[in-house]
């Protein structure tokens, strides 16, 4: 599975942006797709993912209620709805794929997607 994330930009806290993985190359609704990010001098972080399945979501807890994972099979795509921004959501965000179920473990994902940055202003 080749990935491409799309969508990262500036924004003031409070904003709103979704961000866009686009898969091709494999059956894309048989893989989940994770979201991560990372900012700078830290280390990559779990934020949320989907299943195969459409009703199967899982969020870190520091973006619980404001970022939603969702996918479009038929597009191929997933996407990342982030809501009431924060300063602290600044980070460079991946999208990843693994077979079938989420996980929250980075290591678990076979294919990753190259990075779009989302910097959030005070």
């Known amino acids: 599975v080749q990935l491409q994330a799309s969508g990262g930009g500036s924004v003031q806290a409070g904003g709103s942006l979704r961000l866009s993985c686009a898969a091709s190359?494999?059956?894309?609704?048989?893989?989940?797709v994770g979201w991560f990010r990372q900012a700078p001098t830290e280390d990559r972080e779990f934020v949320g993912a989907?299943?195969?399945?459409?009703?199967?979501?899982y969020y870190a807890d520091s973006v619980k209620g404001r970022f939603t994972v969702s996918r479009d099979d038929a597009k191929n795509t997933a996407y990342l709805q982030m809501t009431n921004l924060k300063p602290e959501d600044t980070a460079t965000y991946y999208c990843?794929?693994?077979?079938?179920?989420?996980?929250?473990?980075?290591?678990?994902?076979?294919?990753w997607g190259q990075g779009t940055q989302v910097t959030v202003s005070s």
């Open positions: 990843a794929a693994r077979k079938l179920f989420l996980s929250s473990n980075s290591k678990q994902y076979d294919y």
């Open positions: 190359g494999r059956t894309f609704r048989n893989y989940a």
């Open positions: 989907i299943g195969w399945g459409y009703n199967n979501t």
